[in-house]
Structure formats: structure tokens, C-alpha cells
């Protein structure tokens, strides 16, 4: 089974919303760090949104106040809630895991998932 599972992308109108959700096979409070990345066509994958390592949450500047990002222990999933979309949000949205271990730093990627925004 694979560590990570994105499911929830979709074709939406702007100013429209989607929730992105993140499944993983081992308990998402188990990793040291977990957030939502995207790649748009041409360009290099970023942050959307993170939970920091003191269990607050970072958005990118472009984001702000229209995404959520949350982690529920109950469904083990990790869910990013998107407001307000605008045709620059398009994208392969990603969901990222990291796992420290005393021998090295684990990282892991979902498949993706396609959000497209028209305008």
C-alpha cells in the first residue's frame, strides 16, 4: 500500500472550492512534518501549506486566507481545504510526509492529484 494517498482534486469554477484529503498507511501524527505542495505546468513544485514541527500551520503568502490545512486522527487523514480558487491555484497538488529516523530522513510523496481552476 502506498504511504500517501491524495484523492479530492477536480475541474472548478474560480471563486469556487475543493477539499483535498491525504490517507496514509501508517498514523499521519507519526511523521515529524506533513503538508500539501503543487506543481503547476512549467514551473517548480512549492509549498501550499505545512504543519510545523510545533503543530501550527505555515501557508504560502499566496494562499492566506483562503486554504485550511488540518490533520484528522479519527479518519488518519490530512485534509486541505481550498477557498476562493483562482486560476493561478491550478495544478498537481501533492501530499508530503517526512520521517526522521537516527539513521536518516525519510521522505514520501503521494501520487498527486489534478486541481484546475478556470477562469
Known amino acids: 500500500q502506498a504511504p500517501l494517498v491524495e484523492s479530492g482534486g477536480g475541474l472548478v469554477q474560480a471563486g469556487g472550492s475543493l477539499r483535498l484529503s491525504c490517507g496514509a498507511s501508517?498514523?499521519?501524527?507519526?511523521?515529524?512534518?506533513m503538508g500539501w505542495y503543487r506543481q503547476a505546468p512549467g514551473k517548480q513544485r512549492e509549498l501550499v501549506a505545512k504543519?510545523?514541527?510545533?503543530?501550527?500551520?505555515e501557508y504560502a503568502d499566496s494562499v492566506k486566507g483562503r486554504f485550511t490545512i488540518s490533520r484528522d486522527k479519527a479518519s488518519n487523514t490530512m485534509s486541505l481545504q481550498m477557498n476562493s480558487l483562482k486560476p493561478e491555484d491550478t495544478g498537481v497538488y501533492y501530499c508530503?510526509?517526512?520521517?526522521?529516523?537516527?539513521?536518516?530522513?525519510?521522505?514520501?510523496w503521494g501520487q498527486g492529484t489534478q486541481v484546475t481552476v478556470s477562469a
Open positions: 501508517a498514523s499521519i501524527f507519526s511523521f515529524d512534518s
Open positions: 508530503s510526509a517526512v520521517l526522521h529516523t537516527i539513521e536518516t530522513r525519510l521522505d514520501y
Open positions: 504543519f510545523t514541527s510545533g503543530g501550527g500551520a
